[in-house]
């Protein structure tokens, strides 16, 4: 499986935008970027996924660089509420039940 | 919003007893998956499940665990014999479609087991 490579932490200000990094160096053609995140005490919630193009939800962008190998998630302005643990995964194009594999992902932490 | 509910939210259980995990999973997803979270720990897949078949389970999905989708609405997952270790946050998960077209999936809220 190809795998993602992640700051174990980041701070941010509340209301500025944060930069979270992805590096995913062996990413094949086939692989989707998914980034999930788990705020404390809950389950992981989806936020945004992308194959080559970047991405814009209304929670947050997906910036993929040109040769794959490295994304951002973008939080246009972070909150109290943003404060979690961000995962970047990869998963094969069409993977069908293939299931999503956590790492230890990024814990953001937001300061008023 | 549809979402996957998880019950219950917490259960203590003394060490070797079975437990039971249920889930009510989004009404028409398709895949459906156990997770787990030991206190501090990554979230560590267990069991997929499509069309009414295990179709990847990881190491840790031993002979102690089995899961199933008795009715067509909840989907359990089983621990027969349980163990200090199996101490965790159970999160259950489904999906749609393939990841190529829907790409989320969906949480619930996990369901703490204890074990003493």
């Known amino acids: 499986d190809a795998k993602t490579t992640q700051p174990n932490s980041m701070e941010s200000n509340e209301e500025e935008p944060v930069h979270l990094p992805c590096n995913h160096s062996?990413?094949?053609?086939?692989?989707?970027i998914h980034w999930y995140r788990q705020l404390p005490s809950q389950g992981p919630e989806y936020v945004i996924h992308g194959l080559t193009s970047n991405v814009n939800n209304r929670m947050a962008s997906l910036a993929i660089a040109e040769d794959r190998k490295s994304s951002t998630l973008i939080l246009h302005r972070a909150t109290l509420r943003d404060a979690a643990v961000y995962y970047c995964?990869?998963?094969?194009?069409?993977?069908?039940?293939?299931?999503?594999?956590f790492g230890k992902g990024t814990r953001l932490s937001v300061i008023a | 919003e549809p979402e996957v509910t998880q019950t219950p939210s917490h259960q203590v259980t003394q060490m070797g007893q079975e437990v039971i995990l249920r889930c009510v999973p989004i009404s028409n997803h398709l895949y459906f998956y156990w997770y787990r979270q030991i206190l501090g720990q990554k979230v560590e897949f267990l069991v997929s499940f499509y069309n009414n078949e295990i179709s990847e389970k990881s190491e840790i999905f031993d002979d102690q665990f089995s899961v199933e989708r008795p009715d067509g609405s909840n989907f359990t997952l089983k621990i027969r014999s349980t163990k200090l270790e199996d101490s965790a946050m159970y999160f259950c998960?489904?999906?749609?479609?393939?990841?190529?077209?829907?790409?989320?999936?969906?949480f619930g809220e996990g369901s703490r087991l204890t074990v003493l």
């Open positions: 995964i990869l998963s094969l194009l069409n993977s069908g039940n293939t299931p999503l594999v």
């Open positions: 998960a489904s999906r749609y479609g393939r990841i190529a077209n829907t790409g989320e999936l969906f």
């Open positions: 062996t990413i094949s053609g086939t692989d989707y």
